[in-house]
């Protein structure tokens, strides 16, 4: 079963309770992400999990272009 009860098929939409479409047979997926609470009981079995104080989770986060590359993006599509 689902971490959450409620699923939407990817392909026609339909609802359901399994992860599979009930309708069409295809995939379904939660249809909400789960809820996020700072009170988080878990929360360092997860980071251990993840082991997110390594220095290789750090480097295999993505990077957002530099601010200067953004703005130079803006201006390109504004004078086409």
Do not use: F
């Not at 359901?16 to 997926?29: D, I, N």
């Amino acid at each position: 079963m689902a971490r959450q009860i409620l699923q939407q098929c990817l392909t026609c939409k339909a609802w359901s309770l399994s992860t599979t479409c009930t309708s069409c047979g295809e995939t379904a997926q939660a249809a909400a992400p789960l809820k996020w609470s700072p009170e988080d009981n878990r929360a360092t079995i997860r980071r251990k999990m993840y082991a997110v104080e390594s220095k290789e989770w750090a480097a295999n986060l993505p990077t957002l272009p530099s601010l200067q590359d953004m703005t130079d993006a803006h201006v390109a599509s504004e004078e086409e």
